[in-house]
């Protein structure tokens, strides 16, 4: 990157007329680096087309008749990718936040390469060395004389048809191989949110999503939070949780809360305090024992407590999420289960809750054997993992679902390292738009 750079004109409106022209000056202010991740980013796009250059590409793109979005916002797209907000700005008019708002309803390119680059640009030199070396018999001598970055490494590696959108395996491997386990991270999210939708084309590039409203979070209080902690381990980190996201937390122990008939003396003290009116959404975190000598089956209170919100008035087309953490006894898990299921909207399994059809509810529930008590220092790994989804989703702004798909990793990859102790994790929900907390 160089440290001065050309000074941009004052923006104006983007007309087709003039387009080339802003393509000229967003060309100039770009160096060797950017031409070349901009080229890598936007290869998807050009639909066949042969072009030599960053310019003719960008170009080719926004006038291509294939494309379904206007030129500007292509052209936004691209700079914010490039973390070029000073050119945003100034050509554009647009700010970082105003271009996020714009990308939540769907943009065209690839999250696939969107990927690779931010993978090239965690890397070090030295790894980078280091991954050239790991594939010398898949890169000639002649090729590793020309790279200059991991996206070189990626783009030989396509052309040899061993690394794509789907084919991951490979990039996986080297970034184990240095010993990059954020970067691992980041490709297993990837793969999580691919699979989960619906719209992406054997090219790897995404269909434009119809624009989806979000809940409506501009009330006092972001949410009410209820915690029924029967195990006296987590219920203190989802109380500093929650009201780090700005929710007033009921919180309640074993002993004052042991039958489902109690459900209704809870909401009832919650609606004396008249927060459900003020809040945008409402959630349950039920940390629950189930043994033979338990009288009360450990899911009946969350289905309890769901019904009565999901009657409530003051509820009425609010998210209701419920996260449920249930320790059984080895003779009582659900062991037909599978170790680790992600159910979308209006689906049902035999593990789900009975009001599947209700609108607006978000259920997850996460079984294990009793014998982890046995460790006085035990936490538990599902409400660690659905905690630091809930504040680094809010912190980068992402949607509650995005958010949540890092929960279904951590139980995996918990279930990969500990096959004596196996979590089995349930979700479903009927959300009918995007939550941002």
């Known amino acids: 990157m160089v440290g001065s750079r050309p000074k941009l004109p004052h923006p104006h409106s983007v007309m087709a007329g003039e387009f080339c022209s802003v393509v000229n000056h967003v060309i100039d202010v770009l160096t060797i680096d950017e031409c070349k991740t901009l080229m890598f980013l936007t ?14 590409a960008l170009v080719a793109i926004v006038t291509c008749s294939g494309q379904s979005r206007p030129a500007d916002i292509i052209m936004m797209e691209v700079l914010f990718h490039l973390k070029r907000f ?29 990927l690779m680059k931010d993978l090239s640009e965690s890397l070090e030199t030295d790894e980078l060395q280091s991954i050239i070396f790991l594939l010398h018999n898949r890169i000639t001598k002649k090729q590793a004389k020309q ?3 991991f996206l070189d490494v990626v783009s030989v590696l396509e052309q040899t048809g061993e690394v794509s959108s789907e084919q991951l395996e490979l990039i996986e491997k080297c970034m184990r191989n240095i010993r990059r386990n954020d970067l691992i991270k980041k490709i297993q999210s990837y793969r999580v949110c691919e699979t989960a939708k619906l719209s992406v084309c054997e090219t790897g590039v995404q269909h434009i999503q119809v624009p989806v409203d979000e809940y409506n979070m501009n009330y ?36 004052q809360v042991c039958e489902v008939c109690e459900v209704h003396l809870i909401m009832k ?95 997850s529930v996460c079984e294990t054997a009793v014998e982890i008590l046995d460790g006085n220092e035990h936490s538990s790994v599902y409400l660690q993992a659905v905690s630091s989804a809930l504040l680094q989703g809010h912190t980068r702004r992402l949607h509650l679902l995005d958010a949540l798909t890092e929960v279904n990793r951590e139980i995996l990859e918990h279930n990969r390292r500990n096959p004596g102790n196996i979590h089995h994790l349930t979700f479903t929900h009927t959300l009918r738009k995007r939550l941002y907390l």
Request: proline share 4%; glycine share 4%.
């Open 43 to 56: 290869s998807d796009l050009l639909f066949g087309q042969r072009v030599e250059d960053a310019r003719s």
């Open 86 to 114: 000073d050119i945003l700005k100034q050509i554009l008019g647009k700010n970082r936040e105003q271009v996020e708002e714009e990308l939540r309803r769907g943009g065209v390119i690839s999250p696939y390469r969107v």
């Open 147 to 149: 790279i200059t970055s």
């Open 220 to 255: 006092d209080l972001r949410g009410v939070c209820v915690i029924i902690d029967c195990t006296g381990n987590d219920g203190e980190m989802l109380t500093h949780t929650f009201k780090q996201l700005g929710f007033h937390v009921f919180s309640y122990t074993q002993t």
């Open 269 to 363: 003290t919650i609606n004396q305090n008249s927060v459900l009116q003020r809040a945008a959404m409402f959630t349950c975190c039920l940390l629950n024992t189930h043994t033979h000598a338990s009288h009360t089956p450990p899911l009946n209170t969350h289905i309890k407590l769901m019904e009565v919100c999901v009657e409530c008035e003051m509820l009425k087309e609010k998210p209701k999420l419920f996260f449920n953490h249930t320790i059984r006894s080895d003779q009582n898990l659900q062991t037909d289960a599978l170790p680790c299921t992600t159910h979308t909207s209006h689906t049902r399994s035999p593990h789900t809750h009975p009001l599947h059809n209700t609108e607006d509810v978000l259920w």
